[in-house]
């Protein structure tokens, strides 16, 4: 009893000073990958436009990322789970700091960039896909928890260990530039990784419903994914504590002149 207590305090004392507001407490670094002509567009035969469709699972968990840059993390295993549950029909809880370890063990080896806590300056998605292509990237989330403190920390050998065993791989990958693409990838049961620059108003909104981005009060990137749609509008997943887990967002907004970054898709095998 005394124990549950302790618990329940102490998750709510870090609900709200750990992960209070974290768009507030850090920048918005998200940033477009370089362009590359070797990678692929998603195509489809038909048109899906305006089609309901949605990837929600029941069990699905709601995830923050805090204090952290770590966006793009979330983002990728948030696609990772909806396709390793298109292939075993199961929820998988993915790792999310274990990725982003691994990631920023690849870019410590290419003397890219130096990344640590609190300066986190995230990851191009683009790099994300590729090197999901040629590592194991992916372990549970049991292995390798989410806590700030374990940031800079080497992951256990279990946490590798698992994920050497896991081995599910990114086959394939598309970069998504319209609408219309997303929209057949959500319709062939991929989720979309997506970048987009922010507005002050989208900081502050609760209403679950985003109509507008304003070009004139950007304030920088952030990645989320699409999970479904319903006729103008995208559902959205997001990684922020204190903003809707799933909100709406008009189509058009997303792929927007100078709010729209880059979006990706991909499938494993």
């Known amino acids: 009893m005394v124990v549950n207590i302790i618990l329940k305090l102490f998750l709510r004392w870090f609900n709200s000073f750990v992960l209070r507001k974290p768009y507030e407490e850090k920048s918005l670094v998200f940033a477009e990958s370089p362009e590359d002509g070797r990678d692929y567009t998603?195509?489809?035969?038909?048109?899906?436009d305006n089609c309901y469709v949605?990837?929600?699972?029941?069990?699905?968990?709601?995830?923050?990322?805090?204090?952290?840059?770590?966006?793009?993390?979330?983002?990728?295993?948030?696609?990772y789970?909806?396709?390793?549950?298109?292939?075993?029909?199961?929820?998988f809880d993915g790792s999310e700091m274990?990725?982003?370890?691994?990631?920023?063990?690849?870019?410590?080896?290419?003397?890219?960039?130096?990344?640590?806590?609190?300066?986190?300056?995230?990851?191009?998605?683009?790099?994300?896909f590729k090197q999901m292509r040629q590592r194991n990237m992916i372990t549970d989330e049991r292995f390798c928890r989410y806590l700030t403190s374990n940031f800079n920390e080497t992951p256990a050998i279990k946490a590798k260990s698992f994920?050497?065993?896991?081995?599910?791989?990114?086959?394939?990958?598309?970069?998504i530039t319209t609408k219309e693409q997303a929209s057949s990838a959500l319709f062939d049961g991929h989720r979309v990784c997506f970048g987009?620059?922010?507005?002050?108003?989208?900081?502050?909104?609760?209403?679950?419903?985003?109509?507008n981005i304003d070009i004139t009060k950007l304030r920088g990137g952030h990645a989320m994914t699409i999970i479904g749609q319903e006729g103008k509008y995208f559902f959205v997943k997001n990684s922020w504590y204190g903003f809707p887990n799933?909100?709406?967002?008009?189509?058009?907004?997303?792929?927007?002149?100078?709010?729209?970054?880059?979006?990706?898709?991909?499938s494993i095998k």
């Not at 998603?42 to 899906?48: A, N, P, Q, R, V």
């Not at 699972?57 to 696609?79: M, N, P, S, V």
């Not at 987009?196 to 109509?211: A, P, Q, V």
Request: hydrophobic content about 35%.
């Open 42 to 48: 998603y195509s489809s035969t038909e048109l899906k």
């Open 81 to 91: 789970e909806n396709e390793m549950y298109n292939l075993i029909h199961e929820d």
């Open 163 to 175: 994920a050497r065993l896991l081995s599910r791989r990114v086959n394939k990958f598309w970069r």
């Open 246 to 266: 799933v909100f709406k967002m008009l189509k058009d907004e997303i792929f927007k002149d100078k709010v729209f970054i880059e979006a990706w898709t991909a």
């Open 54 to 79: 949605t990837t929600e699972h029941k069990d699905e968990r709601q995830k923050y990322q805090g204090r952290l840059g770590t966006c793009y993390a979330f983002a990728l295993i948030d696609w």
């Open 196 to 211: 987009i620059r922010l507005d002050e108003d989208f900081l502050k909104n609760k209403s679950g419903i985003i109509n």
């Open 98 to 128: 274990f990725f982003s370890w691994c990631i920023r063990d690849y870019y410590r080896e290419i003397g890219k960039t130096s990344l640590s806590f609190p300066n986190d300056n995230g990851a191009y998605l683009r790099d994300c």
